[in-house]
């Protein structure tokens, strides 16, 4: 760094004040050999990666098919030439935006360059995720990093409480299971857990969160569960799944949705403590989904317990049940509503990676590459380490809050 230093202009009024001389820093620049580089792509030159005989040039905006964004160019130092580096994405990288993000290795020459914006549709919200690959000196593109983009994620427990009671008829109890078990299968791929209990005088837990895949064949379980068939002691039942189902003792998880789905035909007898419970399960954060068999629909009272048992607003946790079609439709509800009910969660631990985009920016680090993860851990940030293999090395760590990166 010099000090470069400006003339005043010869006026006269200058001539007359012989000074106004501040230093200025600067540093030394070649005026001579400038070179330009163009190309009609769209972002071209939004990051440049300069290696030992030619350059790497991104243009992060190039819209190149319907759902592929971002090329990379390779530019000659001789030449004024750019050719983009022909790769094939993984079919999960669209409109990633590659080369938001590109940092050269000066020991290996090796580059990394990421796009952290790929979108992925879950329902109720659209979740970005992030993918880097590192381009070795022969310009070939090695595996992707993380090597897939993240699920759509939903941790959730779910009780389910049916009513066993003689009201009910033994085609509806059928239709209940039934019900039950293309709920779980379409969850089968989220990390949730399950939990089944039946009540009628008095509650019957068959599987708690604990012991729900573990018992055997989860599905051959719900077929045997046998309708008690006796009387209707709805509230109690709730009472006990809420304080004896929802604990950490049988499987259920702090971070974790907790879900109760009665089903029922909202007879019960001793409906006059269902305020109570209700109470008692959203003081516990336990979201309630009614679902009505039988006559529950044909008699106010039986509605009003359903609407009782059920979270606000009713429209979205009251359903009905007359025959498979409908059970359907209200799983796909279902699905919706807690992966909705998830994703809008402000407070707790359960945000940490949902809302993260990978690769926002990376750098070489002795071990591997880190990428910053903007969003994780409720919006604070964080990074994530790999080996240039691929390998995660450390789980994301978190920022100090406000610390940019
Ligand atoms: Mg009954």
Request: hydrophobic content about 35%; aromatic content about 10%; glycine content about 6%.
């Amino acid at each position: 760094m010099s000090a470069l230093w400006t003339a005043a202009c010869q006026t006269p009024w200058a001539k007359a004040q012989p000074q106004v001389l501040n230093a200025a820093l600067s540093f030394n620049i070649d005026p001579v050999a400038w070179k330009t580089l163009r190309n009609s792509a769209a972002g071209f030159g939004y990051q440049v990666v300069q290696r030992q005989s030619d350059l790497l040039v991104s243009a992060p905006l190039e819209q190149y098919s319907q759902n592929r964004k971002g090329r990379i160019y390779r530019c000659t130092i001789s030449g004024e030439n750019c050719l983009n580096i022909q790769f094939r994405e993984p079919e999960f990288a669209i409109n990633m935006s590659f080369g938001l993000t590109m940092k050269s290795d000066p020991g290996t020459q090796n580059a990394v360059a990421c796009g952290p914006t790929i979108p992925k549709d879950c329902k109720s919200i659209t979740m970005y995720s992030g993918v880097c690959f590192q381009i070795n000196r022969s310009n070939r593109f090695e595996r992707p990093i993380p090597p897939s983009v993240k699920e759509c994620l939903l941790q959730a427990d779910i009780a389910f409480l049916l009513d066993g009671s003689g009201s009910v008829y033994s085609e509806d109890f059928q239709t209940m299971k039934t019900f039950v078990k293309n709920l779980v299968r379409s969850f089968l791929s989220s990390d949730t857990k399950f939990s089944v209990s039946q009540f009628s005088t008095s509650s019957k837990v068959h599987y708690y969160f604990d012991n729900f895949f573990s018992s055997g064949s989860w599905e051959s379980n719900i077929d045997r569960i046998k309708q008690l068939d006796q009387a209707t002691y709805t509230a109690e039942a709730i009472e006990h799944v809420v304080q004896n189902v929802f604990t950490p003792q049988r499987g259920s998880r702090s971070n974790a949705k907790k879900v109760l789905i009665v089903i029922t035909d909202g007879e019960s007898h001793d409906s006059h403590r269902l305020p109570y419970v209700a109470r008692l399960a959203e003081s516990k954060k336990i979201v309630r989904f009614a679902i009505g068999v039988g006559n529950a629909f044909n008699k106010p009272a039986a509605e009003q317990e359903l609407k009782t048992i059920a979270s606000s607003p009713s429209d979205k946790h009251i359903f009905q049940v007359r025959d498979f079609n409908a059970l359907e439709i209200i799983r796909q509800n279902l699905q919706d509503n807690i992966f909705s009910i998830e994703g809008s969660q402000t407070s707790g631990e359960s945000l940490k990676m949902e809302m993260s985009q990978e690769g926002f920016s990376a750098v070489y680090v002795p071990e591997g590459i880190q990428m910053s993860i903007v969003g994780a851990n409720q919006w604070k940030g964080g990074y994530m380490q790999y080996t240039t293999g691929g390998q995660k090395v450390t789980p994301w760590q978190l920022l100090n809050p406000g610390v940019a990166q």
